[in-house]
């Protein structure tokens, strides 16, 4: 790990950071008309009948949706290229929560007036994923927190309650795993993203953060860091993590909880849906992440709007994600897309509650989550992540963890002395 990881910084830095320095902004447009949406793909087909509604009450102002890959990677790269090339046919962007900081500080979209949107309403972990530097440059427009998904049939059997703490999450791993064969727990442990958001996680639910707030200076504390890392390392050199979760993203872990294959599985909200028509029906439940000493933190996921600084529409643009943003339109985010909203009242309401059980549950891990680290090279540092926490699962009986997360730490100090 100790070669592996030095070259791909050397890669990273070599590569450049276009992001370091925040471009000068195109003057602020006023211009009204259509305008065009670009997103991820819309897996659910709850999109276009939100928008038809918007194109019947403004035929002037008529918007096009530009659906992009689904895969995270290739919806940034798509963006990237036609923002970089300050191309006009983008006026408002859908990203991704971690996106905020890199695209602001190049200059790809523009703050927005506060005032003009009900922030007060949201959850505010929401809100804070649109603000870097303080300012607005974005609108919450989904939101996202990890669940713990168990199997409360088994639990029931062995008189355990759902475990709150990494060593009550162990032990029932463990003993779950040896009376019925099944895999223990398991999140997302394959090399990308997705194990930068697990390892996030652990580190937060053991008392520490990865950067400060500002993404200025690396925040860890590494006795901390070390036994979140320790959680995760040593549940695979124990075996109640299963070797075959290092090869998981979320749909392999959602496939492998719903058919019996686990006790426990860290997972997103949109896993709980399909669950209940699987082979464990209604044989599981939800909870928050379990902690070092008591409940964890979620790394917040979801989905911001923004408008783009080479848009020649732009009050167009912004009146669209005030209508995007309401209330009306959040019911129908979770109700049609099965998507977290963000207005905060929503996860109160009786009637939803019944629909979706889980939603006091994931209230909650949205109230106690935190936003990933907040760099304008989020890329680069999510890279250095995902390598030495990867390298540490594989070889769990070989490196040292400590050793480990200081080597991370000297390596995203580098990243953010480039920004």
Known sequence: MRRLLPVALAALLAAGCSGAVAQETPERSSGTGPITFVTGRDTTGYLQPLLDRWNEAHPGERVTLLELPEAADEQRAQMVANLQAKSERYDVLGLDVVWTAEFADAGWIVP????????????PPVVDTAVYRGKLWAVPYTSNAGLLYYRKDLLAEQGFKPPTTWAELREQARTLHEEYGVGGYAGQFLAYEGLTVNFAEAVQSAGTDILSPDGTRVAMDTDRAKAGLDFLTGGVREGWIPAEALSFKEEESRLAFQEGRLAFARNWPHAYGPATASAVGRKFGVTRLPGLNGPGSSSL???????????????????????????????????DGSFPPVWAELYDDPGLIKRFPYLPVLKQSILSARPRP????????????ASA??????????????????????????IIRTQ
Not at 112 to 123: I, V
Not at 306 to 333: C, D, W
Not at 374 to 385: E, F, G, P, T
Not at 391 to 408: C, F, K, R, W, Y
């Open 112 to 123: 927005l007036d506060r005032g003009m949107f009900p922030l007060g309403r949201f959850l």
């Open 301 to 335: 996921g979801g989905a911001n709007l923004a408008v783009s600084a080479f848009s020649k529409r732009q009050k167009s643009a912004v009146e669209f994600i005030r209508y995007f943003t309401g209330l009306e339109n959040q019911r129908r985010v979770l109700t």
């Open 374 to 385: 907040a760099s304008a090279n989020y890329n680069q540092v999510s890279l250095v992540i």
């Open 389 to 414: 926490v990867s390298n540490a699962l594989t070889h769990p009986q070989e490196e040292d963890d400590g050793d480990i997360v200081a080597s991370m730490k000297g390596q995203l100090s580098e």
